[in-house]
């Protein structure tokens, strides 16, 4: 078995060609074409299991490969791959390593081999050559033309991947970094074979990336739990990138933020780990990004509101109507405003140098922080963040817009590292607390698209418009005050209710940690 370490990019075809100019190759490139069919079940058992099987002709030789799932660092994919050659275009499931399989990923191919069929195939031309990386590394630079199809279906493959081949993994995402703006590069979170498994499904259009809690291993440490769930967070955000830019679906723009939000959140479940001084690299540039997501999608939300307000009744709706009608226009230049952020080099700056910051360590000197058992970790972080956010809510006035906003913020980061955590204790005490908390989240976040409804309100219709906005506006205010006082009026029981849970850290945690779902 082989750890494959490598990072993936979308590339133009003018960028390939500029390609040559920016590093020097150890030797003159090859080329060859690559044909590769990827087998599953019709259940497709291997994908859900984590792992793909292609045969694959590279020039004129036929290797069959089974290949793990990526471990999930944000684009710098590490993964266990079995690779054995076949003297013909067929599979031999027999060579592979049959125990060492079982042992890594839980498949038994031989069970498998009488159900498996060709599922979808790509087909490129591969040119690839060896570059020195710094330190004495060495990677390996390859260009992808081609296509993947699966029946009917097909999309074009232009890529550029950077495969480390000796070293350590930062002077690689260094090269990367010096690459990236002359060539406009994107990372590119989608392997082949999930665009293959996408084109074959009855939803081929890519879909917004939700947020996926990495597995970990029994008896993990923070110093192996913190950078699994950093890299998760930086992929869910990374990952729905492209559809910000390019989807009018608002889903992408919101699971974005919903990433970079985790991200800050893994920091400060992290923060004995890893001090606010040291991660400065990572939240310097978000401070400048989330803005203008923020906008965009407060806009969002409150066009969704305004047209459910439009749509309930004849009465007042044509009013309403003339405001959505304003509000669309500003949404749209927010929107434009979002795609603008996301699009800029800055960007993939950002992701590049947050994943060498983390390939870095420089977390990892508070070795006393690092090393003991997770739950430990888990338990002191969890009870810091529920103190602030019992602090926050003390003699709370709940009709205080500035108190709830700011409660809100405590309840989101106790909740996303309950989440981080969950796997340290039993699931029948943490299930319920997390019920609880999730529930008094959803109310005070509804509070805050009122508060957000209501500002917005005011920018479409200052004073000194005409009469018909102004009737709108104050329709639009009526029903946004109502339905603030239903949530307030929901607030007091909800918190109680969390109160009176038992604090899930509290009890005994589990000798070791269950892998994630």
């Not at 493959?157 to 480390?164: G, K, P, S, V, Y």
């Not at 540039?285 to 806009?299: E, M, N, T, V």
């Not at 044509?318 to 304003?326: F, G, N, P, Q």
């Amino acid at each position: 078995m082989e750890i494959e370490r490598e990072i993936k990019f979308r590339l133009s075809p003018a960028a390939a060609r500029r390609l040559g100019r920016l590093v020097r190759f150890a030797g003159p490139p090859r080329r060859r074409e690559v044909v590769s069919v990827y087998y599953d079940t019709r259940r497709e058992r291997l994908r859900r299991a984590g792992v793909a099987l292609r045969l694959r002709r590279d020039g004129r030789r036929w290797l069959q490969t089974l290949k793990g799932e990526p471990d999930a660092h944000a684009g710098l994919a590490e993964r266990a791959e079995w690779e054995v050659p076949v003297r013909h275009r067929r599979l031999d499931l027999d060579s592979f390593p049959r125990e060492a399989i079982m042992a890594a990923t839980g498949v038994d191919l031989r069970r498998l081999g009488g159900k498996l069929h060709a599922l979808f195939e790509t087909r490129f031309t591969r040119r690839s050559g060896t570059v020195a990386l710094d330190g004495g590394g060495r990677a390996e630079i390859s260009v992808d033309r081609g296509r993947v199809a699966a029946g009917r279906r097909h999309e074009p493959i232009h890529e550029l991947e950077l495969e480390l081949k000796a070293g350590g993994p930062r002077p690689m995402l260094r090269l990367a970094e010096r690459l990236a703006e002359p060539l406009a590069l994107e990372i590119e979170f989608e392997s082949k074979a999930a665009r293959g498994y996408r084109l074959a499904s009855d939803h081929p259009a890519e879909s917004p990336h939700r947020w996926r809690r990495p597995a970990l291993h029994e008896l993990a440490t923070p110093g192996e739990a913190f950078p699994a769930l950093f890299s998760a967070a930086l992929a869910q955000a990374g990952a729905n990138a492209r559809g910000v830019v390019h989807s009018s679906d608002p889903e992408f723009l919101h699971q974005m933020r919903v990433g970079l939000r985790r991200l800050r959140s893994v920091l400060r479940a992290f923060r004995s780990m890893v001090p606010p001084r040291s991660a400065k690299p990572v939240v310097r540039p978000l401070r400048k990004l989330i803005p203008p997501l923020s906008a965009g999608r407060d806009w969002d939300v409150f066009c969704e509101w305004l047209a459910a307000a439009a749509a309930r009744g004849p009465e007042g709706a044509a009013d309403l109507r003339e405001l959505l009608a304003r509000a669309r226009k500003r949404r749209s230049a927010a929107r434009r405003a979002a795609r603008a952020a996301v699009s800029r080099p800055a960007f993939q700056r950002f992701l590049l140098r947050a994943l060498r910051w983390l390939h870095g360590a420089p977390w990892s000197l508070r070795a006393a922080a690092r090393d003991i058992p997770l739950a430990e970790h888990a338990r002191d972080s969890l009870e810091r963040l529920h103190r602030k956010a019992l602090r926050q809510a003390r003699g709370i006035d709940w009709h205080d817009t500035a108190r709830r906003h700011a409660l809100r913020i405590r309840i989101k980061r106790l909740r996303y590292a309950c989440e981080f955590f969950a796997p340290c204790f039993p699931r029948a005490s943490v299930r319920p607390y997390l019920k609880r908390l999730q529930a008094l989240q959803d109310i005070l976040g509804e509070l805050n698209d009122v508060a957000v409804a209501r500002r917005l309100v005011s920018e479409l219709a200052p004073r000194g418009s005409a009469p018909e906005i102004a009737v709108a506006a104050a329709r639009a205010r009526r029903i946004v005050a109502a339905r603030e006082q239903a949530l307030i009026a929901s607030l007091e029981p909800a918190w109680a209710a969390l109160e009176k849970r038992r604090r899930f850290w509290r009890g005994h945690p589990r000798r070791s940690i269950r892998a994630a779902a």
